[in-house]
T-cell receptor, first 111, second 113 residues
Framework: EAQVTQNPRYLITVTGKKLTVTCSQNMNHEYMSWYRQDPGLGLRQIYYSMNVEVTDKGDVPEGYKVSRKEKRNFPLILESPSPNQTSLYFC??????????FGNGTRLTVT | GENVEQHPSTLSVQEGDSAVIKCTYSDSASNYFPWYKQELGKRPQLIIDIRSNVGEKKDQRIAVTLNKTAKHFSLHITETQPEDSAVYFCAASTSGGSYIPTFGRGTSLIVHP
């Protein structure tokens, strides 16, 4: 089944403790992206990648890192999480001018 | 860069009524306009999309219209049902921008039985 898989689905952590949210797609898509969703603000892009070893900042990249060492994986790294990074995170992928395929989301709480 | 405005932020209708959600965009080069539906606790999923070479597209009870001159596009849902209750997002993108979408802030549609 074609899908985008994110893990974990839920994560509660403390300020400053490094964490990684994984994202993997099995559709051989070149484009992958991370979004955060907050009430009233919609979907805001954090980082995106057009292909392996190519990453670019989105609209809200501060406090986040990404890497794209393999085509299928695009992990999101928070090296020193803060409470304002509490949010719902979505990974997405697509190929060419086509719709995004979203993962099931990761709800992160930073205390 | 592209800016997408979406209205209304909340829309409440009675079952069987029609619902219309409107989006405007700023970049006249935008040429791909998808709409996503996000049910409570779930991921956004594409429900319909339109490209700039057509003015309207229908899929059963859902239709999207595009006015390139005015730079706005709309989602129309007829004969609404309770299962249409969700948050709807519009987006705009352009080939020159590698089709990276800019999203509207979303519309929460509530369909009352």
């Amino acid at each position: 089944e074609a899908q985008v898989t994110q893990n974990p689905r839920y994560l509660i952590t403390v300020t400053g403790k490094k964490l990684t949210v994984t994202c993997s797609q099995n559709m051989n898509h070149e484009y992958m992206s991370w979004y955060r969703q907050d009430p009233g603000l919609g979907l805001r892009q954090i980082y995106y990648s057009m292909n392996v070893e190519v990453t670019d900042k989105g609209d809200v990249p501060e406090g986040y890192k990404v890497s794209r060492k393999e085509k299928r994986n695009f992990p999101l790294i928070l090296e020193s999480p803060s409470p304002n990074q509490t949010s719902l995170y979505f990974c997405a992928s697509r190929q060419g001018p086509s719709p995004l395929h979203f993962g099931n989301g990761t709800r992160l709480t930073v205390t | 860069g592209e800016n997408v405005e979406q209205h209304p932020s909340t829309l409440s209708v009675q079952e069987g009524d029609s619902a219309v959600i409107k989006c405007t965009y700023s970049d006249s080069a935008s040429n791909y306009f998808p709409w996503y539906k996000q049910e409570l606790g779930k991921r956004p999923q594409l429900i319909i999309d339109i490209r700039s070479n057509v003015g309207e597209k229908k899929d059963q009870r859902i239709a999207v219209t595009l006015n390139k001159t005015a730079k706005h596009f709309s989602l129309h849902i007829t004969e609404t049902q309770p299962e249409d209750s969700a948050v709807y997002f519009c987006a705009a993108s352009t080939s020159g921008g590698s089709y990276i979408p800019t999203f509207g802030r979303g519309t929460s549609l509530i369909v009352h039985p």
